[in-house]
């Protein structure tokens, strides 16, 4: 194939004048399993502190923090949701008392 005009000319040739192949870049940033570990923490407490500490385990000295961040954040997430599912009930228990 002729790199230039695309033509089948059956025999090869190299890649004269093709542009090189992307290579991958190392990531400095955020991994997928910190991103769905973010979401999770938010989302499922539970299942984001496992996520936390996997991560945190996986990155161990490589200079990030995203693994205790996700542990942090699902313990906050934790109380936060805690905090609300057990305040709902508060409400229910005052209207038992109303005299009919």
């Given amino acids: 194939m002729c790199v230039q005009c695309g033509v089948a000319t059956g025999v090869a040739t190299p890649n004269i004048g093709a542009p090189a192949a992307a290579q991958p870049q190392a990531s400095g940033g955020i991994s997928g399993l910190d991103i769905a570990g973010y979401i999770l923490a938010v989302i499922i ?56």
């Avoid at 407490?45 to 991560?55: A, E, K, R, T, W």
């Avoid at 161990?60 to 997430?77: E, Y």
């Avoid at 805690?82 to 209207?95: E, F, P």
């Fill in 45 to 100: 407490p539970l299942v984001g502190f496992i996520l936390g500490i996997v991560s945190a385990v996986k990155h161990k000295g490589q200079g990030t923090n995203h693994g205790v961040f996700i542990i942090i954040v699902s313990v906050v997430a934790f109380i936060f949701w805690l905090v609300i599912l057990s305040s709902g009930g508060s409400d229910s228990a005052s209207y038992s008392t109303y005299s009919y």
